[in-house]
């Protein structure tokens, strides 16, 4: 009787070895098959940019003998040869030039869609639901309708070819689209620390300073990365308003070197492009962690 | 110095009035508990007090001045919030000294206040943390401590406790009474408007509480008043535990009342007391005053046993007496098990804890003397 339980409890025993091993290789299977598709998606996804690391350390003649991306004759000529361009200027000039209109469009938007957000979500005041109204109307407005007004009206303020009508509509929180992610991060935070504030003693500037900003941070940091890159990214607008070379930003001058020279030196245009990427994608991992970091909810603790 | 006085103080939201023009008068000193149900517009009030919210009519003065028009920086008070909001970017240090970095006082006299004020408190090893560091019980005397920092006239608490687990609120309410009891030896100003919707916390922390409802002030009392001598029938049903017993019935003179078809005899005094009144009543005794009677006699009230609870220190008895439910608590060691579930028993009111209130205002008429 004991031999009979002992050997059936055996089996048993056997059998959810059996089962456990086969679920150990079933998980293992899969996670194999996941990271497959993941990796050859994404190979996919990235190839292009990798092609064009590899292929900016390319000869002219190599971009369309050699359709891998691992130059065989790696060479630093298309760095060289790009960054002197075929202007006076050298792509240093582009890159200050760029930096001359991201860097006030930043730090604009940043300081006015912050106090525009607090504004419309704190504060209560005549026409207040018209004016939320009308600025997420100003959302749905494509950009193309805009254009010739806009241009117009800068004309006319003898603003052409300057960098004043790529940043100072930005800085007078003219990005519906920052005001309105910021006014929705704002309202998901408490009050209660703004009151506290007020009740230490601090006025509307301070609290929004002191208690408002810091708690808005990770929303702002977003605010201003994405501002970044679209500008950066940006090439209708300095197409439109400037005029002369040596104001170019680095999207006009990359495009300058494709029409100017009668054969294309792709390896140019490549290496520049390749530059032109660095400073995006610095700002973009440098910032990642604010970027996914949620609000700290410290302060409100239960 | 620091009296604080509401004056018909009114506050409407759109078309729905929150407040209804309620006076009241909390001394220097004093330790004033605004409690009542949810609902009842004490946190609006307070709220008033401390600024944060408009007043639609009536006066608030601090210390004898119109404080209407003021920001809450301005009005010397100091608030302790619910939910602590503590700066959750600032480190403790920080959070306690906001308001005199602000007022841009000296380094040295801020280091020395934030000590002083860690010191009374215990959280001197917590300076360096950030609030989301703390447990619940330690943010809360982080926040009364960025109140006390202030040297405020007047204290505001909005429901401070209400957060914390049982244990740490009755350590906190001891903690925050001792408080109040040192700044005031210290001879600091140290009024307190403490609000709250626990009866107990109420009844062990005010010098004297003020009973709200729908935006109106029901009565304002020391402790033991409150809970002898109700006003009306909200405030004796809100105030103790379990809740007052009430039994309509009918005044019949000869010292009896009529309820639930039994004759009820209260003691000689009421008579005089009640004679002219209105006939149509509400009998109000507290659980504690109703004795299980040895046998009938005239003026016990005859009921069935239906439930038995044993808590300890005292015996719960739910006892039916038509379609009314009646609860007695009595001693433990009083209660003998003579009677047990579903047996006829007698229960004898003691006079001293009988209420009358009139049927239709709610009033307490047992108290006119």
């Known amino acids: 009787m004991t031999d009979h339980i002992l050997s059936q409890n055996s089996a048993a025993a056997r059998d959810v070895d059996v089962v456990r091993s086969r679920e150990t290789r079933r998980h293992r299977f899969n996670a194999v098959l996941r990271y497959a598709l993941l990796t050859v998606v994404g190979l996919l996804m990235l190839y292009p940019l990798i092609w064009l690391i590899g292929a900016s350390f390319k000869t002219n003649s190599e971009i369309f003998s050699n359709p891998g991306f691992w130059p065989e004759h790696p060479t630093l000529d298309g760095y060289i040869r790009g960054w002197k361009t075929s202007t006076p200027y050298s792509f240093g000039t582009f890159f200050i030039n760029t930096l001359w209109i991201v860097i006030p469009k930043v730090i604009g938007t940043a300081i006015s869609c912050t106090a525009v957000a607090y504004g419309f979500a704190r504060f209560d005041f005549p026409f207040k639901k018209v004016l939320f109204s009308a600025l997420i109307a100003t959302l749905l407005l494509p950009n193309v309708v805009t254009r010739i007004p806009q241009y117009l009206i800068f004309r006319d303020l003898g603003w052409l070819d300057s960098y004043l009508p790529l940043w100072v509509p930005s800085a007078l929180a003219g990005d519906a689209f920052f005001v309105f992610m910021l006014v929705q991060f704002l309202r998901a935070i408490p009050r209660d620390m703004e009151e506290a504030a007020r009740v230490d003693g601090a006025n509307t500037i301070q609290t929004l300073v002191f208690i408002v900003v810091p708690l808005l941070m990770p929303a702002l940091i977003s605010v201003c990365l994405f501002q970044f890159m679209w500008t950066m990214n940006d090439f209708l607008g300095p197409l439109i308003y400037i005029s002369s070379v040596e104001k170019y930003p680095i999207s006009l001058a990359l495009k300058l070197s494709i029409d100017t020279t009668e054969a294309f030196e792709w390896n140019r245009v490549l290496a520049m492009s390749v530059l032109s990427l660095a400073p995006a994608l610095a700002v973009f991992f440098l910032a990642q962690k604010y970027f996914i970091d949620g609000i700290s909810s410290g302060g409100i603790k239960g | ?369």
């Open chain 2, 1 to 369: 110095m620091a009296r604080l006085q509401l004056r018909n103080l009114e506050k409407d939201y759109g078309t729905f009035r929150a407040v209804h023009g309620i006076n009241l008068d909390v001394e220097d000193g004093e330790f004033m508990v605004l409690v009542g149900p949810s609902g009842c517009a004490k946190s609006t009030t307070l709220r008033m007090i401390a600024g944060l919210e408009r007043v639609t009519g009536g006066e608030i003065r601090i210390g004898g001045e119109l404080v209407n028009d003021k920001t809450p920086g301005d009005r010397g008070i100091s608030m302790v919030f619910q939910n602590y909001a503590l700066y959750p970017h600032m480190k403790v240090r920080k959070n306690l000294s906001f308001s005199m970095r602000l007022k841009r006082r000296p380094s040295a006299e801020i280091e020395q206040a934030t000590n002083h004020v860690a010191g009374l408190l215990e959280i001197d090893p917590l300076l360096d943390r950030l609030p989301k560091q703390l447990s619940g019980g330690q943010a809360q005397r982080v926040a009364v401590g960025r109140a006390l920092i202030k040297k405020p006239q007047v204290f505001l608490f909005d429901e401070p406790l209400s957060n914390l687990d049982a244990k740490l609120r009755a350590s906190m309410r001891v903690r925050i009474t001792d408080l109040h009891k040192r700044l005031k030896a210290e001879n600091q100003q140290a009024t307190v408007i403490y609000v709250t919707h626990d009866q107990t916390e109420a009844m062990t922390m005010g010098d004297r509480i003020c009973v709200m409802k729908d935006g109106h002030i029901m009565q304002v009392a020391d402790p033991v008043t409150l809970y002898s001598r109700p006003a009306n029938t909200f405030v004796a049903g809100f105030i103790g535990s379990p809740e007052m017993n009430f039994l309509d019935g009918t005044f019949e003179g000869d010292n009896s009342v009529r309820a639930a078809e039994q004759l009820v005899t209260l003691g000689d005094e009421f008579t005089k007391r009640i004679s002219g009144r209105s006939e149509h009543v509400t009998l109000g005794i507290r659980p504690q005053h109703l004795r299980i009677a040895a046998a009938e006699t005239p003026g016990t009230i005859r009921g069935k046993l239906t439930h038995i609870e044993f808590m300890g220190h005292e015996v719960y008895l739910y006892v039916d007496i038509g379609p009314k439910r009646l609860i007695a608590v009595v001693p433990s060691a009083s209660y003998d098990r003579g009677a047990l579930r579903d047996d006829w028993v007698w229960l004898s009111a003691d006079p001293k804890g009988v209420h009358l209130f009139d049927r239709q205002s709610g009033e307490n008429i047992s108290l006119a003397i």
